[in-house]
T-cell receptor, first 113, second 112 residues
Framework: DAGVTQSPTHLIKTRGQQVTLRCSPI?????VSWYQQVLGQGPQFIFQ???????GRGNFPDRFSARQFPNYSSELNVNALLLGDSALYLC????????????FGQGTRLTVV | QKEVEQNSGPLSVPEGAIASLNCTYS??????FFWYRQYSGKSPELIMS????GDKEDGRFTAQLNKASQYVSLLIRDSQPSDSATYLC????????????FGRGTSLIVHP
């Protein structure tokens, strides 16, 4: 049974560019959350989606956006990349977003140069 | 004041010893508490959850919660070198939605 899958695993972008990260949740899970983790820090919440609706948004600028598709997969978009956006971007899936079991994907390592 | 605080460590313990990891939180209405393990370069893995005051044991792991003092701890008995990782404490805010706030994590090193 496949876990949470994220693509790509690594990415290098130039300042000012745009990036799209993708996440496929565990089969049957309807909620996806996105986190940013910079080196030495814990994951910071960016977005949560459930049944294609945004349920929560963290303290991130409008350059960050996301959506969830009918098959519950999700995309995170970041526009006008800054050097400070370099981080590990994590996707977590859960059945409803309100239960306890949230499973993380392997993450996408984004480097902005 | 940060919402979830952890000592970044590293905490170094010998193999076979008990490792004690601590976390404090600021939101007195916090409802759910979690410990994740994160190996270097990998994603976090949920290892324990606790919701009520007291102890919860799962194998070599024991989570302890004291809501009055606003702290949660994780004890690892018979520590193994394979337990060497960063341990993240996560807390959900009151209000019902599962959007955890993470601490910065404590690095644990178990040396042979």
């Amino acid at each position: 049974d496949a876990g949470v899958t994220q693509s790509p695993t690594h990415l290098i972008k130039t300042r000012g560019q745009q990036v799209t990260l993708r996440c496929s949740p565990i089969s049957g899970h309807k909620s996806v959350s996105w986190y940013q983790q910079v080196l030495g820090q814990g994951p910071q919440f960016i977005f949560q989606y459930y049944e294609k609706e945004e349920r929560g948004r963290g303290n991130f600028p409008d350059r960050f956006s996301a959506r969830q598709f009918p098959n519950y997969s999700s995309e995170l978009n970041v526009n006008a990349l800054l050097l400070g956006d370099s981080a590990l971007y994590l996707c977590a899936s859960s059945l409803t977003g309100k239960d306890t079991e949230a499973f993380f994907g392997q993450g996408t390592r984004l480097t902005v140069v | 004041q940060k919402e979830v605080e952890q000592n970044s460590g590293p905490l170094s313990v010998p193999e076979g010893a008990i490792a004690s990891l601590n976390c404090t939180y600021s939101d007195r209405g916090s409802q759910s508490f979690f410990w994740y393990r994160q190996y270097s370069g990998k994603s976090p893995e949920l290892i324990m959850s606790i919701y009520s005051n007291g102890d919860k044991e799962d194998g070599r792991f024991t989570a302890q919660l004291n809501k009055a003092s606003q702290y949660v701890s994780l004890l690892i008995r018979d520590s193994q070198p394979s337990d060497s990782a960063t341990y993240l404490c996560a807390v959900t805010r009151s209000g019902g939605s599962y959007i955890p706030t993470f601490g910065r994590g404590t690095s644990l090193i178990v040396h042979p």
